[in-house]
């Protein structure tokens, strides 16, 4: 979808190489869910359930709204 793509590449990008291991994890299982869910979440429309997915998916998003990504603000 590629409305994920402008959210979670420039994260993997530019933030990821900083996450701890748990957040590394985190974020590696996050991808391989459903893109309807990931749309969901990332357009905060819901949050996940599971903790870690919650976490990773609001640094996902507070680096998209702080880094003068216009992309995402077109969402």
């Known amino acids: 979808m590629w409305e994920l793509d402008l959210l979670l590449i420039p994260f993997l990008k530019h933030r990821y190489s900083e996450l701890d291991d748990a957040d590394k994890k ?4 996050l ?6 869910d990931l749309f ?3 357009m905060r429309r819901e949050w996940p359930q599971e903790d870690a997915f919650r ?4 640094m996902i998003i507070e ?3 702080t ?4 992309q995402y603000r077109a969402l």
């Open 26 to 29: 985190a974020y590696q299982e």
């Open 31 to 36: 991808i391989e869910q459903e893109d309807q």
């Open 40 to 42: 969901t979440w990332l």
């Open 55 to 58: 976490r990773i998916v609001k």
């Open 63 to 65: 680096y998209a709204e």
């Open 67 to 70: 880094t003068g990504n216009d």
